[in-house]
Every structure is written in C-alpha cells, then in structure tokens.
C-alpha cells in the first residue's frame, strides 16, 4: 500500500510499480487536468508540482514520489480561480485549452521559484511546455502578470 498525498488529500493505493503518477492521477484518482500529450516527456502536458518543483508526471512512477503532489485541480478553492489561472483568462493564454493546465502548473511553480522575472527567465522556464496553437506570446504575458498576482508565493 502507498500513500500519495494530492492537493492536501491523502490517498492510499495499491500502486503497481510500473504506473506513471499521469496515470494514477487520471485512471484512479479522476483527476484529468493533466493531459496526456506525448507520454515521452517531450510537451510538458502532464505537468504537476511535486515538493514545490514542476515534473512531468508520465515521466515518474506513481510509488516512487513520497512528496505531496500539486495538480490543476488543487490550485484554485473550486469558486476563485487561482491568480495565475486569472491570469491565463484575461491574456487569452489558452487558445484550444490542451496544454493550458500543465502550462499554469509550470507557471505557477516558475512564480514560486520567482524564476517570473523578464520574459526571456519566463521562455527558458516554460520551453518544455509546447503549444501547439503557438499562444506563446500571451502565455509569457499571462505569466509574468500571474506571478505579479501571486505576489508572495502563493
């Protein structure tokens, strides 16, 4: 049995040792905001926070991570939107919407990091989340105005 800890809720598992924390996360906890893209790591879709850091969640083994898990899920109340959320809304950062979860997950994690601070910092941190509808410009806006908001870490 394990125990993974997501957005605050603890949950014990019997996990297989060869399941992704991408797909635990979608087939047995029902959290689908972390999208499955390439599952090879490469677009940056599936991204969580996990111990304060983004990671590819199809790249780790569900019973391997003991940190608490952060998912798109967890970031806002359910009623108010997280600030970076807010954000991606206002500068139309989202376009067709596949990639925006793991894209406000690195967000987020870059804001904490206060990696957020001009948008080249923003472009380097946010190179492994591919858009495929080339939003980039509004994302790297709705970044930079989004860790602004977040203000201390949120």
Do not use: W
Request: hydrophobic share 35%; aromatic share 2%.
């Amino acid at each position: 049995m394990n125990r993974l800890t997501v957005n605050g809720t603890p949950h014990d598992l019997d996990l297989d040792p060869h399941e992704t924390l991408l797909d635990v996360l979608r087939e047995r906890l029902d959290l689908t905001g972390s999208k499955k893209g390439c599952d090879h790591g490469q677009c940056g879709a599936c991204t969580v926070i996990v111990d304060g850091r983004a990671v590819l969640s199809c790249l780790i083994l569900a019973a391997r991570v003991s940190d608490p898990i952060e998912t798109i899920e967890g970031l806002s109340d359910g009623i108010t939107p997280h600030p970076m959320q807010e954000a991606f809304l206002e500068h139309d950062a989202y376009q067709c919407g596949f990639c925006t979860p793991g894209q406000i997950m690195s967000a987020v994690a870059c804001a904490r990091a206060a990696e957020a601070t001009d948008p080249e910092a923003v472009r380097k941190t946010m190179a492994g989340n591919l858009c495929r509808c080339s939003a980039y410009p509004m994302i790297v806006e709705a970044v930079l105005d989004g860790a602004k908001r977040m203000g201390e870490g949120q």
